[in-house]
T-cell receptor
Framework: EAGVAQSPRYKIIEKRQSVAFWCNPI?????LYWYQQILGQGPKLLIQ????????DSQLPKDRFSAERLKGVDSTLKIQPAKLEDSAVYLC??????????????FGPGTRLTVL | EDKVVQSPLSLVVHEGDTVTLNCSYE??????LLWYKQEKKAPTFLFML????IEKKSGRLSSILDKKELFSILNITATQTGDSAIYLC??????????FGAGTILRVKS
């Protein structure tokens, strides 16, 4: 079974530039998550999708971050414009997401973003 | 505010030692507690705990949850250099949202 795929693996940009990350979840997984992991901290949830609908985006800085999952499969996360404090690893995860079920989340390899 | 506190922040042991990692939590809507191992890439799933007092075991790793005292421990026996990683604890809220602790950095020296 293929895992969660993410690209690119690394990205270096200057502040105020834009950047986009892509994620393809495990086949059949209805729920997709984007996390931000700053060095020395645990992952922090940015946004959660159930199929193509947003379940939770309460911690997404909506003035600069956006995400979509148009067809309920792969997803993109965009930052525009980037700030220095956005330097982090952006992790995508997916889970089966069956209603009422307890399902572990499977993580992709992450995209390491450096903002200069 | 919901939170997860892990201790110690880091530790160094020698191969063959046994280690115990701690995770305490304060949460409003608890569903389960999960442990992940993170090396240089993706966190990989270790355990999901939902019931108090029932030990989960996988090889040299084991974990248990105490829902009354609000903590969990992860034990690793006969440590190997391949166990060197960051160990993350997270609780799952209703809606399956995970809230992570900062992790424990484990280094196993040969």
């Amino acid at each position: 079974e293929a895992g969660v795929a993410q690209s690119p693996r690394y990205k270096i940009i200057e502040k105020r530039q834009s950047v986009a990350f892509w994620c393809n979840p495990i086949s059949g997984h209805a729920t997709l998550y984007w996390y931000q992991q700053i060095l020395g901290q645990g992952p922090k949830l940015l946004i959660q999708f159930q199929n193509n609908g947003v379940v939770d985006d309460s911690q997404l800085p909506k003035d600069r971050f956006s995400a979509e999952r148009l067809k309920g499969v792969d997803s993109t996360l965009k930052i525009q414009p980037a700030k220095l404090e956005d330097s982090a690893v952006y992790l995508c995860a997916s889970s089966l997401g069956l209603r009422g079920g307890l399902h572990e989340q499977f993580f992709g390899p992450g995209t390491r973003l450096t903002v200069l | 505010e919901d939170k997860v506190v892990q201790s110690p922040l880091s530790l160094v042991v020698h191969e063959g030692d046994t280690v115990t990692l701690n995770c305490s939590y304060e949460v409003t809507n608890f569903r389960s507690l999960l442990w992940y191992k993170q090396e240089k890439k993706a966190p990989t799933f270790l355990f999901m705990l939902t019931s108090s007092g029932i030990e989960k075991k996988s090889g040299r790793l084991s974990s248990i949850l105490d829902k009354k005292e609000l903590f969990s421990i992860l034990n690793i026996t006969a440590t190997q250099t391949g166990d060197s990683a960051i160990y993350l604890c997270a609780f799952m809220e209703y809606g399956n949202k995970l809230v992570f602790g900062a992790g424990t950095i484990l280094r196993v020296k040969s």
